[in-house]
């Protein structure tokens, strides 16, 4: 009998990408943009803009990003989960325009919706993007939920406090 030795390969356990319930409310989508995007730039005086019934100028959400020195602004859009509706062009066109009248002016313009990845709404905002850009105006950005649930699980505090949020195990 031979004595050979087996040569034993390491087996990588995948871990599978946890499902992240979306909010259950607007207030609380809004919530989790600031948690978010104050972690991602480092901005601890993030601001929700205003309050509810006041005009806003199509900001949610603003602040200076660490090493910034222009606001970033977001217009929170949550979508019903179960009528599948994304943000329109229309919508998009609004909230475009309002912004546009933030003061200070603003650097960069996120849409942060939990609708679906759409790549129609991608491709559009990208145009939008362009056109901005070229009239140097502020730039436009689009988080969809697919987008935002990658972000959450790259950013630890905040991975944290929603999980907590929504007491997963």
Not at 5 to 28: F, G, S, T
Not at 29 to 45: D, Q, S
Not at 86 to 106: G, H, T, V
Not at 107 to 117: L, V
Request: net charge neutral; charged share 35%.
């Amino acid at each position: 009998m031979h004595n050979r030795k087996v040569k034993e390969y390491p087996i990588k356990i995948m871990e599978a990408k946890k499902h992240l319930r979306k909010p259950e409310n607007w207030d609380d989508f809004e919530n989790l943009c600031k948690k978010l995007w104050g972690e991602i730039w480092e901005c601890k005086e993030i601001k929700k803009n205003g309050r509810k019934g006041q005009s806003q100028n199509g900001v949610d959400v603003y602040g200076i990003p660490n090493g910034e020195k222009l606001y970033y602004g977001i217009q929170c859009k949550g979508k019903d989960e179960y009528s599948h509706k994304l943000l329109s062009e229309n919508e998009i066109d609004r909230e475009i325009e309002l912004a546009k009248s933030f003061k200070p002016p603003l650097a960069k313009f996120y849409f942060a919706t939990t609708a679906n990845k759409d790549s129609k709404i991608e491709e559009y905002i990208r145009i939008k993007d362009l056109e901005n850009r070229q009239r140097e105006l502020f730039e436009v950005h689009l988080f969809s939920w697919d987008d935002i649930v990658d972000l959450i699980d790259e950013n630890k505090l905040t991975h944290d406090w929603y999980l907590n949020l929504h007491k997963y195990k």
